[in-house]
């Protein structure tokens, strides 16, 4: 079982996270259209290798953070709280 | 008759056992690339080869040549579970779906290669009232769209697996399921080599350890392609890469909707005979069936995060065979054989995207997520079609990239377990 650095409680069970999406994705003003919504709704960047990714701590703080992660690895570089 | 054709015959058999096996000559040849061809196909799995040999056969294009950066049928079409049905909700993945399945059952004499297709039925168990409701809303759209399903009942359930869990008292007692009975499974290498010896015979170049490192694209048209092996230029490309899809994409400068993850399956020691048909539980998140040699071939959803990973985390194995046991609770005695991963692209309608990319010449065969197996007839038909015709057949239109901007999606997330 892999551990995950929750910024706040610690290493904790893989188990106990959930995997939320790409971390920072920017959001389209209202007047953008319909490819730039595609694009925010359903196009992922779907790195291979280095990863910035959105976990929330679903089974613990419930907490939202991102974690930067390595997809072909899984080895964990880095976690930081977001705004 | 011609020597492929002759090359397994049972007077072959015959001869070559007498002769201590050395007279067989290879089923395809192993090419080096040419500078040039009419088509070039990147991905040496089921669909890539599947494109290859329909756009010789149907299309009458030869000067083709796959692209495989490992061994043919060494990703995907050698790691799925070999499951193959057409029980899909929309119309629209229904006729792509059981294309697949009516070229499946015609394929091993098509091919001249025993794929091995046994139709022994799928049985998708319900385990509440509710879901056996929501499963004959199911059943009854399937069978408007001609797909052969029938709703069975607990007794009829459990008379075609009998070693299913029957306790009404358990946490998901049986209560019901569907079955489609032309649904099966098939033997995964032997669609690969078949299709490669058929591609091969034709005149279609398969040329292994040869990886795509970038396009050369002019004036926003893919003229070549840079290689391991070097510069191969060609009319048109198809993509047909599966987990590696958004990689591939990434090089010639475009993203596409799709998230790579590890989907593992497992496999038992072998034992005798004692599963019949293939059973799914969506409450479960596990499917099972029984391979030829005996061994329990098992799998569930996807792992946790997105992997490019070929090996699968454990908290995912633990929950497959910890469901299985459940469902089966004989099969606790059994141990563990093999488990492994593959790396599947999954869109966010649960549906492939088929035809043209943002980059002329390119086309795109992706997305299949969990379920290419089942699909490599019909994909290669299809994809066959669009990169001879440069336009979209009418059952690959609606899996058009388009549909994810202007909304006209095919929202195929009930189908349910990943298999």
């Known amino acids: 079982m892999q551990h995950f650095p929750c910024p706040w409680c610690g290493n904790r069970a893989e188990v106990e996270f959930r995997y939320a999406g790409d971390a920072g994705v920017q959001r389209p003003t209202r007047t953008a259209d319909d490819a730039a919504w595609a694009q925010y709704v359903h196009f992922r960047r779907n790195a291979k290798g280095a990863a910035k990714e959105l976990w929330v701590h679903s089974g613990g703080c419930g907490r939202w953070f991102a974690l930067s992660r390595d997809t072909v690895t899984h080895t964990i570089t880095g976690s930081e709280p977001v705004a | ?419």
């Open chain 2, 1 to 419: 008759m011609n020597a492929a054709k002759m090359r397994y015959s049972g007077w072959a058999l015959l001869r070559e056992g007498l002769a201590g096996q050395t007279g067989w000559s290879p089923a395809w040849h192993d090419r080096d690339p040419a500078p040039r061809y009419d088509v070039v196909i990147i991905g040496g799995g089921g669909h890539g080869l599947a494109t290859a040999y329909y756009l010789a056969r149907t299309h009458g294009i030869t000067n083709v040549a796959v692209l495989e950066k490992g061994w043919i049928g060494g990703g995907n079409t050698g790691r799925n579970t070999t499951i193959i049905r057409s029980n899909y909700f929309y119309p629209e993945s229904a006729a792509l779906y059981d294309l697949s399945v009516r070229l499946y059952e015609g394929l091993s004499r098509e091919l001249n290669y025993n794929i091995m297709f046994s139709q022994r039925g799928m049985i998708e168990v319900a385990h509440s009232e509710a879901e056996l409701e929501m499963m004959c809303r199911g059943a009854n759209a399937m069978r408007i769209n001609g797909v052969d399903i029938e709703i069975l009942d607990r007794d009829e359930v459990l008379r075609l697996a009998p070693l299913l869990n029957g306790d009404l008292n358990c946490r998901w007692p049986v209560l019901g399921g569907m079955i489609q009975r032309r649904a099966g499974v098939a033997r995964h290498d032997a669609v690969a080599w078949g299709y490669a010896r058929a591609a091969d015979s034709r005149g279609v170049h398969i040329i292994q350890n040869c990886e795509v490192t970038g396009f050369e694209i002019e004036r926003g048209r893919v003229v070549a392609i840079e290689t391991s092996r070097g510069r191969i230029a060609a009319d048109r490309f198809g993509m047909a890469v599966a987990g590696h899809s958004s990689v591939l994409a990434g090089m010639a400068g475009f993203a596409l909707p799709l998230q790579s993850y590890t989907l593992q399956a497992m496999v038992s020691e072998p034992v005798k005979p004692c599963l019949e048909v293939v059973v799914a539980s969506s409450s479960h998140g596990a499917y099972v069936s029984q391979s030829d040699k005996g061994e329990l071939v098992m799998g569930g959803n996807l792992d946790r995060c997105p992997s490019y990973a070929q090996r699968g985390n454990f908290p995912v194995t633990q929950s497959v065979v910890s469901s299985l046991v459940e469902m089966f609770p004989s099969f606790a005695t059994l141990k563990l054989m093999r488990q492994w991963g593959g790396i599947v692209d999954t869109s966010p309608d649960n549906s492939p995207i088929l035809g043209p990319s943002p980059v002329e010449g390119l086309y795109l065969n992706c997305g299949w997520g969990t379920g290419g197996f089942k699909a490599i007839p019909a994909g290669g038909t299809l994809f066959a079609h669009i990169l001879a015709t440069g336009r979209h057949h009418p059952i690959s239109a609606p899996f058009d990239l388009a549909r994810f901007a202007s909304g006209a999606t095919i929202d195929e997330a009930h189908a349910g377990v990943a298999h």
